[in-house]
């Protein structure tokens, strides 16, 4: 299970042991005082990755196994600032799919295996 706190964390949790695995606190982008915090989390249909919306306009990717190496995959740019959605494409290695409050939907292809 993936959950998020107010205070910017990530973590995953293992829910046959009731204990955190591994976490993460999203990085700030600089712009304002304000802790970004995960408005949505999804974990890959074959459960290795986990891809992150931000309050901040960022969309991480992070490999469960090791969630302190997030790779960022996008800034939005859209007029809220905020990932309201977020989905894996249908074969959930090239595509990831978010909608923001003001009603965009962007399609962010993911980066290949061989870069």
Known sequence: MA???SKGD??????????KVESFQIPSNGESNLIPVATRLSFCPMGKNLAVGTSNDQVYLC?????SR???LATTSSVNGEISGL???????SLIITNNHDRSIKFWG???KDA
Do not use: C, E, M, Y
């Open 87 to 93: 989905l894996w494409g249908v074969n959930a290695q």
């Open 10 to 19: 990530v973590s995953i949790w293992d829910l046959r042991k009731l204990t």
């Open 110 to 112: 993911l980066p290949s």
């Open 70 to 72: 997030p790779f960022t």
């Open 63 to 67: 490999p469960v196994k090791d969630l």
């Open 3 to 5: 959950a998020a706190s």
